[in-house]
């Protein structure tokens, strides 16, 4: 087994809640040693968001494994002029402060390039740090919102609805991460670091597929659809018997042939209405309610059963119990339990990636605020106790 | 101005639909050359899926600027050994067939890796290549079904719901960015490339934060809330009475009272029902109902402007029209207008990634269907146009 990709390479997270510190923890996997700076007494909001296991928070222990805490006085001019000295020695900075914060702190894109060149510094934020709309407050929900995914999930009938997963945190500290590994990447050739700016709403907006061309090009707006399918039918959630949820795809006229043979209705196939995608399209409903009626008259397992027998592509709508117990995640070793001095043994998602050479792990387990100050101002500045009682009683660490 | 990133990486992107596809255009816009190998007379899939533009599919569009096309009958020995040597140049090869296909066409890991000990294989699937379930057939929905993710989303009164976009192919392509930039950084030391393997059902379940600790250690299964923030209140999404739908999020104590000063409704400050976080979550119906009809009797403009004076995070809901007149948007770039020699002009999301030595860049347009067989051919193997003309003929590109 080689080393790890990002063994040697020294992370500085200054960041909060979901998508920086999910950024710094995809680094911390691949082997980066990362340093999660928090504000000193208070720490990562996220240490204050329920629920909690043994006084941490869930969403500490999900979003930061492999990673060291140490904490700082980030208003104090002594923790400031600390930081960058720490930037002059490390690889990444990585911060999702409101756009100026970093410069008011002394320590800009400009002053850190100055004083290292070789600094990749990934700066997340809701909307970017430049342009007219860059200082409002972003959140997951408000770039769901202001993207007009919102506008595209849920019920036509009732409101636009947030999905639910903070899921452009995610996809916007997967940007990230992929920016500073290119960041990183480049630096090899050009011995330069770089500046990575990506945003909540930008993110969002990349996923937008095909809502803008409709937009510009057909004068066609989309709408939400609830769980039907935009250009196919039958493809939806229908309900069985023993009242669970079960998504099935058959819109194409190979699926559609599949599923009468399943439900023993040949007559559908010989019904006009439903010939070709198009008429199913255009009666939707009417295929829709035979489908239900056939999933509503029969329990789970038998539903199940048929479908798998006939290949057509669905999946009972799991739970999050059946997903702990679900042996293909096992298999792939995606539901991993972790130790934690305080919260105990707790339940978390994998790795997530799978490289042959060398594979993510985990190393350690997600810090308690300032567990490792001592030891890492010790590492990075050669302080003794002393020295560190000291910035202690003067509020700086 | 410094070279692309990835100027010099070559990519064959064997990929269809958009987890593949968006990848490799992740690699294109960093500027690798990427080579859409596509299957003679059909293609990627995604070009036969509605709406289109002067012939071209608008998801085709979206997915696969910065790469050229070239044909391949993928079931021909020929063929076959061409994409071997192929892949003997390479330096990256992207697919997303099911487990076991390029297997079965003499180009599994083990051969490429004997081939080229350089190359980067790396593999998107619905499962993951091995265990128990790998083999289903594996799609968006089905992800956010089995992952748990859809039993959070949608209102609590209705079925589960699927987010309005295939956030889960978007991620699982992003995971599948970042490992592969991870194998190509870890290459330069080693010298060595590996396979990645990456997986929609994992790439989900990395997203459920605190639902897998609250089931195993509090047995507490997290449900579906609709717009409704879990942990504090009030926070959703309310209407105004020019029927649009806003998100305001002013759950906290702080933002709650400056929620009153705006609704000049002191009363609810003083209410004991609305005292606390845990308060107004207990009595979260009655809080709602009290902002729900302030909302609905103003219309949006005074809605906003009031929110915006209140200092209220929050968020109108948009549609793509809005989107695309973003003015932070237009000023990021993320709504971007490309040339297509059959589509005309059409808009699309932007770059998404800011870097500022190395940024991405648009070159290409996205191919058409074969659009650069016979030039890479003849790049690539010195083929002249009698040869490509035999192996046309043959059915072999």
Known sequence: MSKSILA????????????????????GDMGADVIKIEKAGVGDDSRHLPPFQGGESFYMLALNRNKRSITMNFRSPEAQEMLREMAAKADVVIENFRPGTMEAMGCGWEVLHE???RLVMTRLSGFGQDGPGAMRPGFDGI??????????????????MLAGTFYIDYMTAMY????TLGA????????????????????ATALL??????????????????????????????????????????????????????????????????????????????IEAEVAAWFG???????????????????????????????QLRHRNQILEIEHP????????????????????????????????????????????????????????
Request: hydrophobic share 35%.
């Open 184 to 203: 990183l990447l480049s630096r090899r050739d050009s011995g330069e670091g770089q500046m990575v700016d990506v945003s909540l709403l930008e993110s």
């Open 176 to 179: 990230a991460a992929t920016a």
């Open 115 to 117: 004083i290292n060149p």
């Open 342 to 397: 305080k919260a105990g043994r707790f339940t978390t998602p994998g790795l997530t990636m799978h490289l042959s050479q060398t594979p993510p792990s985990v190393r350690r387990h997600p810090p308690s605020l300032g567990e490792h100050t001592d030891e890492v101002l010790a590492e990075w500045f050669g302080y003794d106790a002393d020295r560190i009682a000291r910035l202690r009683g003067d509020g700086v660490v």
């Open 8 to 27: 040697g390479i020294k992370v500085l997270d200054l960041s909060r809640f979901i998508a920086g510190p999910h950024c710094a923890m995809i680094l």
């Open 209 to 286: 597929t095909t809502a803008l061309g409709s937009q510009t090009h057909r004068n066609e707006t989309l709408h939400r659809m609830g769980n039907r399918d935009r250009y196919s039918a039958p493809a939806n959630v229908f309900r069985t018997a023993s009242d669970d949820h079960v998504l099935m795809l058959s819109g194409t006229n190979g699926l559609f042939k599949r599923l009468c043979g399943m439900m023993e209705r040949p007559d559908l196939l010989e019904d006009e209405r439903f010939s070709s995608v198009h008429q199913r399209m255009e009666n939707v409903e009417a």
């Open 143 to 160: 770039a769901q919102a202001m993207s007009g995914l919102m506008s595209l999930t849920g019920d036509p009938e009732g409101p636009p």
């Open 297 to 327: 008259a029969r329990d789970t397992e038998t539903v199940l059963a048929r479908l798998e027998e006939a290949g057509l592509p669905h999946a009972k709508v799991a739970t999050p119990a059946d997903v702990i117990d679900n042996p």
